[in-house]
């Protein structure tokens, strides 16, 4: 039976797993009038197509390619930005950024930043005490990882705030957020002032290197000439970006699921000092309600793909929150289990060559913020209230989520 669905739907937007569940009964890949394109909803074909050169993660090119005459002068910084991000190019572009990317996001960067995390945490906690209901996405969700990357690339914290608004409108655009009709105003006018912020930080790093990301990532192209300064503000700028909008609803998503799940809440309190199960607590957060919904590919030659045949140029969505569902895959996909022992087996980070540089980050993120929040906040609950879901294609997170502290 011919099947589609509207992921612009507020109950798709709400809960898209039993439409993404029924997505996983068609073939392999079908086709999708409502996305305009291929759809992939199983666990196999998810992670064969995230590794198969044949499809480009090259998405901006064509939008931008589409655009004529003064409509594509209007976005002409953005579409310049996105060229420089290694999120969005192939090999062997790819593999020059990418590599110079995992110095700054490399074990010497991320290993080091645990007690950096550890006194954030502490210090948004300690903010949360002695009131009884908080916004946990305004108070604790957005801050934590907005500082810890500013922390991480050696940027004031004066200034994250100003970021983190430059950050939401060049996320609009490239998250594929439905709602904004000037997405793409808001989009070129943050890009043109975040090139010029990390214009001015590379700039400065390369004139008096400091002990952080950017001045690791500056030495490291200047050593090899492998980037431009262009290439470096975007590369800085995509940092920042990869750096916090994942684990901002990896925080928020998880919680969510911790606190509408007593048994399991309780579970990972009576063993949040081992630090393996905490660990696999947030892997099966990554994998229940994970922040990632899709990711977007392009055919770069014709496919045919165990039947589908899939034209150059076509683009096929990868619904990486229908493969953590998918039954083959994890026992007892539908249930949120913190001890899971496949937990880890998700994609929500990606999979092949453009696994998400900021993982490591989030991870470290998530371990200690849940290990204090549950330490130092012994009751927690969820009060009634309408959630809000981001309303974009690619991921998935709360916008408000609000909670009482007994």
């Not at 690791?216 to 800085?236: G, R």
Request: hydrophobic residues 50%; neutral net charge.
């Amino acid at each position: 039976m011919p099947f589609d669905f509207e992921p612009r739907a507020a109950s798709f937007i709400a809960d898209p797993y039993p439409a993404l569940a029924q997505a996983r009964q068609q073939a392999p890949l079908f086709r999708s009038a409502a996305l305009g394109g291929w759809v992939a909803a199983r666990h196999a074909d998810c992670k064969a197509l995230l590794k198969d050169p044949r499809l480009s993660a090259d998405r901006m090119s064509p939008f931008f390619g589409h655009l004529q005459g003064q409509a594509r002068a209007d976005v002409a910084t953005l579409e310049g930005m996105m060229a420089r991000w290694a999120v969005f190019v192939d090999p062997p572009v790819h593999t020059r950024l990418r590599g110079l990317m995992n110095k700054a996001f490399g074990p010497r960067a991320i290993d080091g930043l645990a007690p950096t995390v550890a006194r954030r945490v502490d210090r948004l906690i300690d903010a949360l005490e002695g009131q009884s209901r908080v916004d946990f996405i305004r108070e604790f969700a957005y801050p934590l990882p907005a500082f810890v990357i500013a922390d991480l690339l050696g940027v004031p914290e004066a200034d994250v705030d100003l970021l983190k608004r430059w950050s939401d409108d060049l996320g609009a655009f490239v998250l594929t957020a439905r709602a904004s009709p000037d997405k793409y105003a808001r989009a070129e006018a943050a890009a043109k002032q975040m090139q010029l912020y990390f214009g001015d930080l590379v700039a400065a790093r390369r004139r008096r290197p400091g002990a952080d990301a950017a001045s690791w990532l500056v030495a490291a192209a200047d050593a090899n000439a492998a980037m431009d300064a262009d290439e470096l503000a975007a590369s800085c700028v995509l940092l920042l970006f990869a750096g916090h909008e994942t684990t901002t609803h990896l925080l928020g998503n998880g919680l969510w699921a911790l606190l509408g799940h007593p048994e399991q809440e309780q579970a990972l309190r009576a063993r949040v000092a081992d630090d393996a199960f905490v660990a696999g607590a947030v892997e099966e957060m990554l994998r229940w309600d994970g922040p990632s919904l899709a990711q977007v590919r392009i055919a770069g030659e014709d496919i045919d793909w165990n039947g589908a045949l899939l034209a150059k140029g076509e683009r096929v969505f990868l619904m990486l929150a229908s493969a953590a569902r998918d039954e083959t895959v994890f026992g007892d996909a539908a249930r949120f289990e913190v001890g899971r022992a496949d937990a880890s087996a998700h994609l929500a980070f990606g999979y092949g060559i453009h696994f998400c540089v900021g993982a490591p980050l989030a991870r470290l993120e998530g371990r200690i913020a849940f290990r204090r929040l549950l330490q130092r906040l012994p009751r927690l609950a969820l009060p009634p209230q309408k959630l809000e879901w981001s309303d974009n294609l690619v991921v998935r997170g709360l916008h408000r989520l609000e909670i009482e502290i007994g």
